[in-house]
Structures are given as structure tokens and as C-alpha cells.
């Protein structure tokens, strides 16, 4: 019966409890960060910009780099095969 | 919503209080309800404008602060684990003591009784322990809370009898320990 009491107290204590307030600055500390969230959010593009670039660049170099020495290989194996056929000796 | 900022302050304006309640509930602990409650309003802040009013603006605030108050729980459970052989912020110490916790709304006499409440409903599953604090504490209504839960009456109603249950089980072990003490 004790026990039984002390449960129900237990359960039943929070009945009727009352709202609590939150701290008048909350507000401005919520402008404060969603101002904080849109200059990270669009630092976050620049960098992202940035790396696009980066990416562009490289692939650009790769791309046209490769190109040089595809053309300069093709003229060593000409030159090769050129030498292997008129032998001097 | 045409005029976001001014929209924004009604919207805190009327469920600021609502939010910390729920943050309040789940944590214990007034500087992390009020970081939960600043983290809610900015995700309402931010999709404020692409709300699809597929649900009452009350019950999508609801959801998120209950899925904020969770998430908070998991990242503060984590970073306990990890610190575990490192020394502890003042912060950790204070959330360690939720049973401690006495809630600023709760009259004198039931403070004690309602910290071992509050205690006991953290040792419940993460659906009996929502299901339970929507109904008996915040006094909502089970079609209320299966829109906020998104499920069936049925199964709130079910939750709730089963978070009773558990709370009569967990607190009658503790009346013995209760009892040693006195």
C-alpha cells in the first residue's frame, strides 16, 4: 500500500506543472545565429566556387598537357621508325 | 511567406515557449533547452519559407523540437563515451545530474518527487518516453500526438499505457532503494 502511494505520488507530481520561460535574450541569440549561418553558408559557396575551379583548371591542364605529348610521342616513333628503315650500315 | 523576418518574430513570439518546454523536458537542463530551442528556431527560420502546411504549424514545430531534444541527447551520450578517460566539462557534470534536476514550473512540495519522475522517464524506450511527455506533462491529446508522432491513435494509446507500465515497474524497484534510505 506504501509503495503503491509512493509510485502514484511520483507519477502524479508533475500534474498541473507550469510553463516555463525562456531567458528574454534568446531572441537576439537566435538573430545572432542565423546571421552566423548565412555568412558561413555563403562563405561555404565561395570555397565551393573555388574548388570548381581548381577542378577546371587541372582537368584543363591534364587535357591539354596530354595532348602535347601525344603529339611529341607521335614524332619520336617517326623518327624511330624512319631511323630503323634507312640504316647506314 | 511574404514577409519572413516579421513572420519569423510571431512565430517565436507564440511558440517560444512551447519549444523550451519540450527541450526542458527531455534534457533537464535550462542552458541546453535554451541551445535546443536556439537551434530549433533557426531550422525554422531556414525552412520557413518552403513550409508545405502539410501539417498545423504547431505540430510541425513539435517534431522539431522533439527530433532536436533527441539528437542533442545522442551527441551529448557520444561525446560522454569518448571523454570517458578525459576530464569532464562543467557542462558534462551538470547534465550527469538530471535527476537532480528541479523544473522551474514544478510546485515546492513535488520537486523531489518529480526530479525521480523526471529520472525514471529517461530509463524509457525513445517512443514511450515522447509518447509519455506529449500526454501527461504537456496534457496533449492522443489524436494531437499521433499527428506529432506520425502514427496511429491506436499505437499512441498503446504507448502510453506502456510507458505507465514500465514507469510503475522502474519506480517500484526504486521504492525499495527509497526506503533504505529513510
Known amino acids: ?89 | 511567406m511574404k514577409n519572413l523576418a516579421g513572420d519569423f518574430q510571431s512565430v517565436y513570439n507564440q511558440y517560444a515557449v512551447l519549444v523550451y518546454n519540450v527541450a526542458l523536458n527531455y534534457v533537464q537542463n535550462i542552458e541546453d533547452a535554451e541551445e535546443i530551442t536556439q537551434d530549433v528556431f533557426v531550422q525554422v527560420y531556414n525552412s520557413l519559407e518552403n513550409f508545405a502546411e502539410k501539417s498545423s504549424l504547431k505540430t510541425w514545430i513539435y517534431r522539431i523540437a522533439i527530433n532536436k531534444s533527441l539528437d542533442f541527447i545522442k551527441y551529448k551520450n557520444s561525446k560522454k563515451r569518448f571523454f570517458i578517460f578525459g576530464n569532464k566539462s562543467q557542462n558534462e557534470k551538470e547534465y550527469e545530474n538530471v535527476s537532480n534536476f528541479e523544473h522551474p514550473g514544478i510546485l515546492l512540495e513535488n520537486k523531489e518527487k518529480a526530479a525521480v519522475l523526471y529520472a525514471t522517464i529517461n530509463e524509457l524506450t525513445t517512443n514511450q518516453q515522447t509518447a509519455f511527455i506529449l500526454s501527461k506533462i504537456d496534457g496533449l491529446g492522443n489524436v494531437e500526438i499521433s499527428e506529432i508522432m506520425q502514427l496511429s491513435v491506436s499505437s499512441v494509446e498503446s504507448l502510453v499505457f506502456r510507458a505507465k507500465a514500465a514507469l510503475q515497474e522502474k519506480l517500484s524497484k526504486k521504492f525499495e532503494e527509497h526506503r533504505k534510505k529513510k
Open chain 1, 1 to 89: 500500500m506504501e509503495k503503491e502511494n509512493w509510485i502514484n505520488e511520483i507519477l502524479e507530481s508533475a500534474n498541473g506543472i507550469a510553463k516555463a520561460t525562456p531567458n528574454a535574450s534568446l531572441f537576439a541569440k537566435i538573430q545572432g545565429k542565423i546571421r552566423e549561418h548565412e555568412i558561413v553558408s555563403s562563405k561555404w559557396i565561395w570555397l565551393a566556387a573555388a574548388s570548381l575551379t581548381l577542378l577546371f583548371l587541372l582537368n584543363a591542364k591534364v587535357v591539354f598537357g596530354g595532348k602535347h605529348k601525344t603529339e611529341a610521342s607521335a614524332v619520336e616513333s617517326l623518327a624511330t621508325s624512319l631511323s630503323n628503315n634507312n640504316q647506314l650500315y
